[in-house]
Each structure stands twice: as C-alpha cells, then as structure tokens.
C-alpha cells in the first residue's frame, strides 16, 4: 500500500514539477538567452546599451521614487484601517464596512484605475467640477501616486490586519499598570509587534508599485517609469526584443531583493502563545478621530470610482449629462464586446479549475507526503520563484518562447500563464491547510483498505474544501482582472476583457471602458459572494461533524466509565 501511495504522489509531484519546467524554467531561461544574444553570438553588449542609453536610468529612478513613496503612505493608511478596526469600539457594522470597503479596488483590473482617475481629477472630471477646480496635476508623479494608493492599499490592509488580529491585547493593560503613558504603551504592545509586518507591507507595496503596467498606462504621462520602457520596447512602434527582454532581466532584480526582504522579516513578527479577549477602553475622541480619518480614506479611495458609474450612464459628459441607457444598450448589442467578456468568463473559470488542481497536487506532495525533503524543495522553490516574477516578465517570456507554436494566441497559454502567474499564494493556502490536518488519516484508512487516491477523495478533500473554494475564488478574481501579462499573449479572437480596454483606449473609447469595467466589478462581487458563502457552509458543517464526534466520544467514554 504504501508502495502504491509514493506511486501515485511521486505521479503528482512529476506532473506538478513538469507543468512548471515546461511553462516557467524554459520560458525564463529563453528570456535570459534573448537578452545575451546579438548577431548570432552571446554578448553583455544589449545590457550596456539599456543600461548606458537615454532614458533608462531616468525611468528606473522614477520608479523607485514612487513606488518608495506610495509604499510608505500605503502602509500607514493601512495601519490606520486596521487599528481603527482592532482598537476602537467604534460599532461592529462599522468595522464590518471598512473590511468590506478596503478590498473593493482589489475587484478591478489596475487598467481602469487610470481611466478612473482622469475623470475624476481631470480639468473636466467629476470631483474637479464638485471642487470647482483641479486639485492636482493629473498625469504624472500625483496621478501614479493615487492610483498606485489605491492598488496597494488593499494588500497592505489584509497584511497589517491580519496580523493585528492576533496581538495579545492583555499587555496594553500591563504596560498602563506599570506606568507607562499613551506613547509608550502604544508603541511596546501595538508599533512594537507590528515592525516586521509594517516593513513587510512596505516591501510588498514597492514591489506591487515597480512592476505595474496598468496604472501608468494611463495616467503615466511623461514620467516614464520601468513597465512602459518594457512595453514600449516589446510592443512599440519599432520593437526590439533583446532590448526589451534586458529590461525584463533588469526588473527581477528589486523582485528577488523584495521576496528575499520579506522571508528576512518573518524573524521580527512576534507570536504569542494565547490570544487574551479584552474590552477595549472607551474614549470618545480617540474613536471619533479613528472613525473620521477612515471614512476619510475609504472615501477618497472610492470616490474615485463613482464616475465608473456615472459617465457611462449620461450622453456625454461633461456636456450633456441627462440620463441615458444608450451606451449600456450599446455594449450589449456589441458582439464583439460580448464576446470578450465570455473569454474572460471562460479563462476565469478555467483559471480557478486548473489552478485548484494544481495548487492541491503540489500541496498534497508537500504536507501529506513522505516523499523525501529535497524533493518537497522543489515545490518549495518553484513557489518562491514564481512570487518574485512579474506578470509582465513572464507574458514576454511566453511571446517569445510560444510565438509559431500552436499555443499562440490561445485561451489555453492565457490560462496556463495565470496559473503560474499566481500560483505562490494559493499553494500557500492550501498547503498550511493541509498541514493542519490529521497526519494518520492516510495510514489508518488504508490500513483498512481503501486506496490513498480513495482517502484523498472520501476524507481530506471534504476536509479541505473550504479552502479549495477560496483557492478557486484567489484564481477566478485575478484572472479576471489581470492585465500585465496577458496583454503580451492574447490575440485579436482570444482577448479578454482587460486586453480590450486597453485597445479601446486608442480609441477614447471611455463609456465602453467603464461599462466593462463594471462588468468585471459586479461579476467579482458576485463570485467572492458566492464562493464564501459556500466556503462558509463547508467550515459550518465541518465544525458541525467535529461537535458530533466529540459527543459521540464523551458518550462512549462516559459509557465504558459506567
């Protein structure tokens, strides 16, 4: 039996490691070899031509002064958030609206971001009208900064939260009864614990600021930064993929250096042992204060996207602004646009499915194997590399490994590409998960004869599904909203929603833009609805045999006591 069970695992983790082989290693080993090569002959000439020519080093420094910047205002919002949520007694509803809120930006592809923002702050925008006059200048350092806030500030919302969650309360109490004053106490039992997270949150947002396309796409303006030299060099008016492939070389560097950080700073989160419940303190001003400053944020953040569904709806902003249902209409006798968006159902779905799949092998070859330490590294390393590799390095890789191949243009290497593309995160989930469960499940149950295929079907799966569905939730929301990847392997008959805004930007196409755009919204808030609900039912009934079980035993050891 046991024999059998390495067989069919050792199948899993082969099948697992060659999917990656196949569509990770290879594709990044020919994006090296682009970049080295010229003339037929290997040379480091293409990287003294990048990194000695006009415009490089200037977009590079560009994006470290924004991505530093917006980490930092990220990070303390963030704390902001999660504090007001954690050490107030602001009203539960409350706290439940500002956890619901913060994610919001998550559901929409950073694409539309831009958009959103110019027409909002533009000299025509709806706040500017509300305001009387703009309040900044829109394309640039400003707009990156705010759309970069907004596409960070959720990551490092859930960061800092989460870990917030699990700070024993009880010293803050200690710290008052040993005199300590308000600062004092706060920055021993709160700022103290949080540093490695805090720097964690910084490190997460730089890296998720340095490697966007979506934003300065649109509101990017002069203040050229390191993705659109990218795509600029790969998809611009004269192409040059040596070129283009150094400067995807070029930006793993920050990639490894912040993925390296964050496995640094783990040692400096600290744990406690038990988690004391404590009512916090009342103080009308300091809930007041927490209360209206995030408000405030959320506000901003949101506002921004309210013109999603203004403009769209009147006929033409600014100038006539009665309503109308024309453009609406428009999209939805639009075949073509239709079409898109079930591609981008379709890729979603089969995203969430194949990556489910996936994530689950490598997961189960990790925590519920015995398959030796070296070979449960590999999966390991696979997931570190695939966290530190941008969406737009790995799109590149694919044009160039995939161009001439049956697998260009298809729904299929799209599918493949967010596979990989998110996969660390997922198998984090899922294999933390596994690794919680009872270790002697397979043993006994197959010493009862069943197979271990059989025991992974009757007794882990079920035990495991809550996760599985978040899982699939994780993959089907990325799929639809990713952009800097996709945009290097999608065809004219294979694009998805996210690839077509971008085309429809050259177009100033805006009320279809934003039409889409809330297509993705609402169809993501009707798939996280759905998916945590039913991973919500699976916890309550898995809770619910447990309950049983343990009555059951009472039961029968009060039985044997008689």
Known sequence: MKQKKEVEIKGIFLAVTLLFLGFLIVPLCR?????????????????LEVLTGRGFAAAFGNSIQISVCCAVLSTLLAFLLAYTIHYSNLPSFYKSLIRRAAVIPMLLPTITYGFAIIYSFGKQGLITRLFGRQLFELYGFYGLLLGYLIYTLPVSFLLVSNTMEYIDKKF????????????????????????????????????LCFTDYGIPASVGGKYEVVATVLYNEM?????????????????????????????????????????SVIEIRRNRLRDGILG???????????????????????????????FTMEHLQSV????????????????????????????????????RSHLPEKVKRVIENISLITNTIPGMVVGIAYMLVFSGTSLQN??????????????????????????????????????????????????????????????FSYYFVNAMVTVSAVIFIAGARTMVITTKIKELQYYTKYNEIFVLSIFI???NLAARALFSWLATD???????????RNRKKQEDSGGVRI
């Open 31 to 47: 994006l090296f070899y682009k970049s080295l090569e010229k003339g037929g002959a290997l040379t480091l000439s293409n990287y």
């Open 292 to 322: 209206l400053g995030s408000a405030l944020v959320l506000v901003v953040v949101l506002s921004v996207f309210a013109v999603i569904f203004v403009v769209p709806f009147v006929e033409e902003w600014p100038y006539r602004v009665s």
């Open 235 to 275: 998809l611009g008016s004269i192409p040059n993929f040596n070129r283009g492939s150094v400067v995807a070389i070029l930006m793993l560097i920050p990639s490894v250096l912040t993925i390296t950080l964050l496995h640094y700073l783990e040692k400096y989160n600290i744990r406690y042992n038990k988690i």
């Open 172 to 207: 803050s109490i200690v710290s008052r009864i040993m005199g300590d004053n308000p600062w004092q106490t706060f920055f021993r039992t709160v700022a103290r614990p949080l540093l490695g997270t805090l720097a964690a949150s910084f490190v997460q947002c730089f890296f």
């Open 332 to 367: 939805l006798s639009d075949k073509s646009l239709l079409g898109v968006y079930k591609n981008s159902l379709l890729v979603a779905f089969l995203t969430a499915l194949t990556g489910s799949l996936t994530t689950y092998g490598a997961a189960l070859s990790t925590a």
């Open 521 to 523: 919204l609402l169809t």
């Open 410 to 471: 298809t729904l299929t290497l799209i599918v493949i590409c967010n596979v990989i593309h998110y996969f660390s995160t997922p198998y984090l989930m899922m294999k933390n998960s596994l690794a919680k469960m009872n270790a002697s499940w397979e043993t006994t149950v197959m010493l009862m004869g069943d197979t271990w295929l059989k025991t992974i079907v009757r007794v882990v799966t079920p035990n495991a599904m809550a996760t599985i569905l978040e899982v």
């Open 538 to 548: 699976r916890k309550e009934a898995k809770a619910g045999r447990v309950l049983r």
